[in-house]
Nanobody, 124 residues
Framework: QVQLVESGGGLVHSGGSLTLSCVFS????????IGWFRQAPGKEREKISC????????YYADSVKGRFTLSRDNDKYTVFLQMNSLKPEDTAVYYC?????????????????WGQGTQVTVSS
């Protein structure tokens, strides 16, 4: 059974940085593209970034482009989301998930796996 566990969230001041980790288990991670979504209170879930299984392709939503960087270490079964220049509007629960592919229209199907989420709070 594939499992994903996020960590690294917390409280940070505006302009600060955090690195989220997504640890993958239960299968060979290099078969899977990984995506990140976030959901703020009262808002719809937003897809923000993805990385292909081979690390050859990455996508960033306009809302995070230039500030967030996604990377993966398949040997360590971990995906990292480096978040810089954080803004209060980045406050949300962040989720990693397996996705069918990485591109601007990436999505998580009903067959994909989700982590439990990690809270990021950015104070002004």
């Amino acid at each position: 059974q594939v499992q994903l566990v996020e960590s690294g969230g917390g409280l940070v001041h505006s302009g600060g940085s955090l690195t989220l980790s997504c640890v993958f288990s239960g299968s060979a991670m290099d078969y899977y593209a990984i995506g990140w979504f976030r959901q703020a209170p009262g808002k719809e879930r937003e897809k923000i970034s993805c990385i292909s299984s081979s690390d050859a392709l990455k996508y960033y939503a306009d809302s995070v482009k230039g500030r967030f960087t996604l990377s993966r270490d398949n040997d360590k079964y971990t995906v990292f989301l480096q978040m810089n220049s954080l803004k209060p509007e980045d406050t949300a629960v962040y989720y990693c998930t397996t996705v069918q592919f990485c591109g601007h229209n990436f999505y998580a199907s009903s067959y994909d796996y989700w982590g439990q989420g990690t809270q990021v709070t950015v104070s002004s």
